[in-house]
């Protein structure tokens, strides 16, 4: 099993759409596929179809989320909270995230909740997956740090602007207490993959010449690698995700991974690219 964070403090750089079509591509080429959603927007949980409910009162992810994982020591192991994705076929599990999940913040932090037993009950379960994606809240929070220690690499979105760089120095450091951490419960450092360009400008001009000089300056201001494969802003990526279906007179949410949206796109073009280079890196076998 090897999990993969997928984490930037800046909002909205498309970590989300990363982590959920990336778990889509693995799952298509067959590994067995586990997404955790760390962030209390859930948006990957929506992405991957689980808020079915148009109905508070018929909500049935509150009582058994990550929060509960990351609670819980002797009970809420993974298998007891894994939904599965309709997001692609062949769907793969998912442990959901909830709004409430930044309410318990606090609370978790005033019980000393352990920060490894997301890690931990994930250990457990090593036989189940070969694959880990974990989407993260756009914070330097709790959530974030128990998904940089749970994690064995780290794949950083970034649409290479201004904040996003700047930003790259919190990521740094972050990363240097997860590693402190780690090192207290003998795991070795988090590898850095490296930043994906992540919703990128398609102009001619602008690609050709000015993206190379933005993605240099990355690694030597900032000290990250930067993958080859680049995600560039298409319409087809954000539609697929927004997509709905009419079921009687109720327009129904029905998010699709790239790969069924829009097979022969660009971005699904672009996405395969990525998951290669990402199985390259992290010496993924082929899949059984
Ligand atoms: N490559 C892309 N092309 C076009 N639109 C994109 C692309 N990537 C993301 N988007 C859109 O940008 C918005 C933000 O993307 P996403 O939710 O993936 O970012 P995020 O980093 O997860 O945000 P947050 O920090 O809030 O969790 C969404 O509306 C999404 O559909
Ligand atoms: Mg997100």
Request: glycine share 4%.
């Given at each position: ?161 201004p904040?996003?760089n700047e930003?790259l120095r919190?990521?740094r ?41 933005m993605e240099m300056a990355v690694t030597e201001r900032y000290g990250f ?64």
């Amino acid at each position: 099993m090897k999990a993969i964070a997928v984490y930037h403090n800046k909002g909205g750089v498309g970590k989300t759409t990363l982590t959920v079509n990336l778990a889509a591509a693995f799952s298509r080429k067959g590994y067995r596929v586990l997404l955790i959603d760390l962030d209390s927007q859930a948006n990957s949980t929506y992405a991957a179809g689980l808020i079915r409910f148009q109905d508070e009162a018929d909500d049935d992810i509150k009582e058994n989320y990550v929060y509960q994982v990351i609670r819980e020591r002797n009970s809420y192991f993974i298998q007891d909270v894994v939904r599965q994705s309709q997001f692609t076929d062949p769907p793969f599990d998912v442990i959901p995230s909830h709004i409430d999940l930044m309410q318990h913040e606090f609370e978790l932090k005033e019980i000393g909740v352990s920060y490894t037993r997301l890690a931990n009950k994930l250990q457990k379960d090593a036989d189940a997956y070969d694959l880990v994606v974990i989407d993260t809240p756009p914070s330097l929070n709790l959530f974030a740090q128990i998904a940089l220690i749970a994690a064995d690499y780290l794949l950083i979105p970034s649409d290479l602007k201004p904040f996003a760089n700047e930003g790259l120095r919190n990521v740094r450091e972050f990363v240097e207490n997860a590693n402190d951490l780690r090192e207290q419960i003998k795991k070795k450092p988090l590898e850095v993959l490296g930043v994906v360009p992540s919703k990128i400008n398609t102009a001619y001009k602008f690609v050709e010449r000015i993206l190379p000089k933005m993605e240099m300056a990355v690694t030597e201001r900032y000290g990250f690698p930067v993958l080859q494969s680049r995600i560039f802003e298409r319409r087809d990526l954000s539609a697929a995700i927004e997509r709905m279906v009419e079921v009687g007179e109720l327009d129904i949410p029905d998010p699709q991974s790239i790969f069924d949206y829009k097979p022969n796109s660009q971005s699904a073009e672009e996405f395969e690219a990525l998951t290669q280079e990402i199985m390259q890196l992290i010496e993924l076998e082929e899949a059984a």
